[in-house]
């Protein structure tokens, strides 16, 4: 069964279709909405802000989701794809967004709706990433449009995930 505590009397609040790896931790101030899955040792740590996190979302293996002390919460919205062992700290990601495997996305970035965080990319404090942009790179830098096909990815992605997270027991009510 996932880690799922309490902080400062603040329990996580997680929908009740959710799909939470047995080694997943959850803890604080942290809302998960419907459909979502938080995979093998990832990390969603909400102790010293909040972590609001939308619909048919996924948390990939080793994530780390985290946040700054009373200065920046992160915000993730729905359709959104945090790749393995991404870090994604005090920031805001919108909806229907793929942050690549090993990616860090920094405090108080904002990463807008269709946009795609290559592998290894460092998005660096206070960088907003346009719509409709592939971004890669040490810092990240937009790099070209997203294609059709990498659109249709975006969109595609989620479900997909609410599907394998089907192969697994899901969190009891």
């Not at 920046?72 to 690549?100: E, F, K, M, P, W």
């Not at 795609?116 to 907003?128: D, F, K, N, P, W």
């Amino acid at each position: 069964m996932a880690l799922i505590l309490p902080v400062k009397d603040v329990s996580p609040i997680i929908a009740e279709n959710c799909f939470l790896a047995d080694n997943s931790t959850i803890v604080g101030d942290v809302e998960i909405g419907e459909h979502c899955s938080v995979w093998f040792n990832a990390v969603i740590r909400g102790d010293v802000n909040a972590i609001r996190i939308g619909h048919y979302t996924n948390i990939q293996d080793g994530a780390v989701i985290h946040c700054t002390y009373q200065t920046a919460a992160t915000n993730i919205g729905s359709y959104v794809n945090i790749g393995h062992q991404a870090l994604i700290h005090g920031c805001t990601v919108h909806d229907r967004v793929l942050v690549g495997m090993g990616a860090i996305v920094m405090d108080h970035a904002v990463i807008e709706a269709y946009v795609i965080i290559a592998a290894g990319a460092v998005v660096l404090e206070h960088t907003r990433c346009e719509s409709g942009y592939l971004y890669a790179g040490v810092p990240a830098r937009k790099v070209k449009p997203l294609s059709a096909e990498q659109r249709k990815l975006l969109d595609e992605l989620p479900d997909r995930y609410v599907m394998y997270s089907s192969w697994f027991p899901q969190m009891d009510s």
